[in-house]
């Protein structure tokens, strides 16, 4: 089994490549973090020319279809070549894009069972609070969720997964082969909501990207928050 250290290098590197074949241009860089059974992959400086050309023409949209088409068909050779080459059995893939930043995340969900550790909470945040505020912006969006586990994968990068979130229309979207249009409209809704909450306070940290994506079949939502180092608090 390969070190997890080792992994990310070739994760990083294997990405990397993967989107410059299918973009025409890949990301400046790629940083790769593992907290089993989840994968994050957090692209920076990723905008090919063709799509800087839609965005010039306020086609953002249509750029995030082009997109989530695109993962949806790289899904099947990604979770292979990871298999091959690195020995990570990959169960689903996510991705998330903040195309004026530049930014993009994946999320690769392991096989296997994740446990929530509370000894990797950094100490100056209160974790109450914290999943307080969760159900406060999940409420807002869509309702309470039943389950939500908090995996924090190093100091300035969080993983939230909420299980049970979807409304009864949601549902009804999803029966009818609207995921699509339901994901366009729910990514920046739930942006915005954190962006607008009290989180920042909370983590006593800057947040600087917000990423989501769902698993509509399973009732499963995944936020992963990116943020400054810690702020310093004054004497």
Do not use: C
Not at 54 to 79: F, G, W
Not at 80 to 89: A, P, T
Not at 144 to 160: F, Q
Not at 172 to 195: C, D, G
């Amino acid at each position: 089994m390969k070190k997890d250290k080792t992994i990310e290098a070739e994760v990083s590197g294997y990405i990397s490549g993967l989107l410059r074949t299918h973009f025409g241009k890949g990301p400046r860089s790629v940083f790769v973090a593992i907290r089993r059974p989840f994968v994050i992959i957090h692209l920076r400086e990723f905008l090919a020319p063709t799509e800087k050309v839609l965005m010039s023409q306020h086609e953002v949209k249509r750029v995030q279809e082009i997109r989530d088409l695109l993962m949806v068909d790289l899904d099947s050779r990604i979770k292979m070549d990871l298999l091959k080459s690195v020995e990570l059995d990959i169960k689903d893939i996510y991705a998330d894009w903040n195309l004026e930043n530049k930014t993009g995340m994946l999320i690769l969900v392991l096989d296997g069972e994740g446990t929530e550790d509370d000894s990797e909470w950094p100490k100056d945040i209160d974790n109450k609070a914290f999943y307080q505020e969760i159900i406060d912006i999940s409420r807002e969006a869509q309702k309470e969720p039943e389950k939500i586990e908090v995996y924090w994968l190093n100091p300035r990068t969080v993983l939230i997964q909420r299980t049970g979130i979807m409304i009864e229309i949601e549902k009804e979207l999803i029966k009818n082969n609207f995921t699509e249009q339901l994901k366009l409209a729910k990514r920046p809704l739930e942006s915005n909501l954190i962006y607008n909450s009290s989180l920042e306070q909370i983590l006593n940290r800057n947040i600087t990207d917000v990423f989501t994506d769902w698993n509509f079949t399973e009732d499963i939502g995944y936020m992963v928050l990116l943020m400054d180092p810690e702020r310093e608090t004054g004497h």
